[in-house]
């Protein structure tokens, strides 16, 4: 059974610049999750999908967004790049909610110039 | 909100090696997962262990849920276990809280 796979590996992008990242979940599984990993501030949770519904955010701003598709599949995206930004984009995924064990994709890292 | 603390933030050792890695958590928890980070930046899971012990290999994790902290140990270490060891509970809101980690090397 094929992993959690994340899209594009690298990106690199300027201030200003807007970026899509997609994530599609282990077969079956129906939560995604997406989390923003930084030197400074460590590993912290952005949002959760289940069916096509968000149900946890966590305390970012307004221009990272994201969606879940009927197949499961998510897409994050953020607007308006900052330099700040620059991190490594871990999306995991687990078989109903995030109770049970999340399986994490390989990541995105986004650097911005 | 909970607080979770891991110990020590950095681990030197030789191969062969054993140690004890430490996750302190600062409230009751319905789930607990240790994750390997490896160089290239992927989590790998290693235990789901909300209570109780379990051994996997040369791995193997202790819980104590009502004394709020969890074990991670390796025994004969190898220089493939180098990376970030991260210990990560859900309380009630289903999302991961991961603690600050433990970086290990294991130098041959």
């Known amino acids: 059974k094929a992993g959690v796979t994340q899209t594009p590996r690298y990106l690199i992008k300027t201030r200003g610049q807007q970026v899509t990242l997609s994530c599609s979940p282990i077969?079956?599984?129906?939560?995604v999750s997406w989390y923003q990993q930084t030197p400074g501030q460590g590993l912290q949770f952005l949002f959760e999908?289940?069916?096509?519904?968000?149900?946890n955010k966590g305390n970012f701003p307004g221009r990272f967004s994201g969606r879940q598709f009927s197949n499961s599949r998510s897409e994050m995206n953020v607007s308006t790049l900052e330099l700040g930004d620059s991190a490594l984009y871990l999306c995991a995924s687990s078989l109903t909610v995030a109770k049970n064990i999340q399986y994490f994709g390989a990541g995105t890292r986004l650097s911005v110039l | 909100g909970i607080q979770v603390e891991q110990s020590p933030p950095d681990l030197i050792l030789q191969e062969g090696a054993n140690s004890t890695l430490r996750c302190n958590f600062s409230?009751?928890?319905?789930?607990l997962q240790w994750f390997h980070q490896n160089p290239w930046g992927q989590l790998i899971n290693l235990f789901y262990i909300p209570s109780g012990t379990k051994q996997n290999g040369r791995l193997s994790a202790t819980t104590v849920a009502t004394e709020r902290y969890s074990l991670l140990y390796i025994s004969s270490s190898q220089t493939t276990d180098s990376g970030v060891y991260f210990c990560?509970?859900?309380?009630?809101?289903?999302?991961?809280?991961f603690g600050t980690g433990t970086r290990l090397q294991v130098f041959p």
């Open positions: 077969s079956g599984h129906r939560s």
């Open positions: 999908y289940f069916s096509e519904t968000q149900r």
């Open positions: 409230d009751s928890v319905n789930n």
């Open positions: 990560a509970v859900v309380r009630s809101t289903d999302k991961l809280i």
